[in-house]
């Protein structure tokens, strides 16, 4: 058994942008990575999207663009557009593929299907595999997608449908989200936010096939691609230690309000690549206190009132388009936050603010 300076346990999202940044940046040179990644191969199984922020270096596996989208209700529909912050989609196939192709120039990085398979007495540990799998108690963002194709041009491909909240809540928060690639081909997903108890829920296909039939009024079409996830909307307590750093969902990555952690990996890859000499030495990267701050308060606004969220969420989506986009990716001045706060409805976010 061979000992190396850097493990990264988990050769996912987190675990992959972190060898790339290290490898493209010769932060490796004179150096030895072990990823530990148990799969047996890669292949996509995620579209990542996000409004495009800052440089984040994968836009060769951008798999589509838009400037519009739409928030829709049985009050109407909030439209928005915006040049500045394109939101985009990563195919994770094209992702693995850029960065396994890099990679596998530098000898010095190797692949283990398991921690058993290397010694790790002085390295510095990067983990992304989180202990929270089975947690019921906690919130989760879960859904599924099919990636349909049909005979004719039904799809706006212009406009992507960010939350569609035509159809059952429950007594959760649910609704479709539809990333129109062509006009003949569509991601459509079935998203909830639960605890994930209604078993009814995760009856995803059936949800999905109504949608495409009830809503989008399309009789025929082909499914070319699935895929299914539950995103934690609960940060679990790290310990920290000087050799193991959190990196990915497992390292709080994921903006708790919303599921989005892919430009927060990017962010997280880069902060530690260029600190990577003292990294141990460190505070841990992590999501501003303010918008850890006020996604507690609106999570507990969510789990006390979630037949309420679709009329916030209708609210909040009434703000000028790139105050949303910046809010939604951190990146809002004091003054955008309160005309996003300003929007909310005084009464359930005051109670959530005194704990009631
Ligand atoms: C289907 C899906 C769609 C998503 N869509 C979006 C989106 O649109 N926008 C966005 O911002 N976020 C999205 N997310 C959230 C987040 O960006 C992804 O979950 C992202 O993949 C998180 O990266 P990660 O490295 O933390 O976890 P992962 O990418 O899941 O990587 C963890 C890796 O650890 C490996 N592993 C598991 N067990 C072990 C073990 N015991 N030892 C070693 N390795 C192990 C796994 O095989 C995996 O490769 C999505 C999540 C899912 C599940």
Redesign the pocket.
């Known amino acids: 058994m061979r000992d190396f300076d850097y493990i990264i346990?988990?050769?996912?999202?987190?675990?992959l942008s972190l060898a790339y940044s290290l490898e493209v940046n010769n932060k490796l040179s004179g150096k030895s990575l072990a990823i530990?990644?148990?799969?047996e191969k890669y292949e996509r199984?995620?579209?990542?999207?996000?409004w495009k922020t800052f440089e984040h270096g994968f836009d060769d596996c951008v798999k589509k663009s838009w400037t519009e989208f739409e928030i829709k209700t049985e009050k109407g529909t909030k439209s928005h557009s915006s040049s500045h912050y394109p939101y985009q989609c990563i195919d994770s196939g094209l992702f693995y593929e850029k960065i396994l192709n890099t990679l596998k120039k530098n000898t010095n990085i190797n692949f283990f299907k398991n921690?058993k398979d290397v010694r790790n007495n002085c390295s510095i540990i990067f983990n992304?595999?989180s202990d929270k799998q089975d947690d019921r108690s906690g919130l989760w963002q879960h859904f599924q997608g099919y990636e349909i194709e049909v005979e004719r041009d039904v799809f706006d491909d212009k406009v992507l449908t960010l939350m569609d909240f035509n159809c059952d809540q429950k007594n959760s928060v649910h609704f479709f989200y539809v990333l129109p690639f062509t006009s003949k081909t569509a991601l459509i997903e079935s998203t909830w936010i639960s605890n994930m108890n209604d078993r009814s829920e995760l009856d995803y296909g059936d949800q999905i096939h109504d949608y495409i039939k009830n809503i989008l009024k399309i009789a025929k079409y082909k499914i070319n691609y699935t895929?299914?996830?539950?995103?934690p909307m609960f940060n679990s307590k790290t310990t920290r230690s000087d050799n193991i750093i959190q990196?990915?969902?497992?390292g709080g990555?994921?903006r708790l309000s919303t599921?989005?952690?892919?430009?927060n990996?990017q962010k997280q890859s880069r902060y530690i690549q260029k600190n990577i000499q003292y990294i141990n030495k460190l505070n841990n990267f992590s999501i501003s206190k303010k918008y850890q701050y006020l996604d507690n308060i609106f999570l507990r606004v969510l789990s006390n009132n979630s037949s309420e969220m679709i009329e916030v969420f209708y609210r909040m989506f009434g703000c000028k388009t790139d105050t949303i986009i910046k809010f939604l990716s951190e990146e809002t001045t004091l003054s955008e936050d309160l005309s996003v706060i300003r929007r909310m409805p005084k009464n359930i976010f005051l109670s959530a603010l005194v704990g009631k």
């Open positions: 346990v988990g050769g996912g999202c987190a675990g530990i990644e148990p799969r199984d995620k579209s990542w999207s996000f921690k992304s595999v895929e299914t996830g539950k995103i990196i990915g969902t497992a990555m994921t599921g989005y952690t892919f430009t990996i």
